[in-house]
């Protein structure tokens, strides 16, 4: 990983975070099994910020290689990413304990947080970066 921080893939945890604290709040109001759901949205909510965090290395790695190489790795790595969310998935299936329902909306707060990506640019990030610098 660059030694820089990125703005994008810090816009895209802090959506993922804030996406998951709205919906936790809602969920704890609505669901008739309030554990479950939260320990399903927090593994789905951290399945999205690792499959962030995971895309950014695999684009910045596959930066350097050549375009057959870098084509392969992309490749392997995405397959990599949809097993982790599959994996994921099957443990809110099995897991008595852990709301399926609340795993699959955890790990759509990637695709919410990359939605509300200017937004969480504009008030949070660029905030980070400029202050103190």
Known sequence: MTKKPNETLLDLVFGVIIYGIMLEVIGLLVVENPLSYSLGLFLGCGVAIFL?????????????????????????????????????????MVVPFISFIAVIIGILGLKIAAYLHGVTNQYITKFLFTKGR
């Open 52 to 92: 962030s965090i995971h895309m950014y290395v695999t684009l910045d790695e596959a930066l350097d290689m050549d375009e057959k190489s870098a084509t392969r790795y992309i490749t392997k790595q995405g397959i990599f990413r949809a097993v982790v969310m599959l994996v994921a998935s099957a443990i809110g």
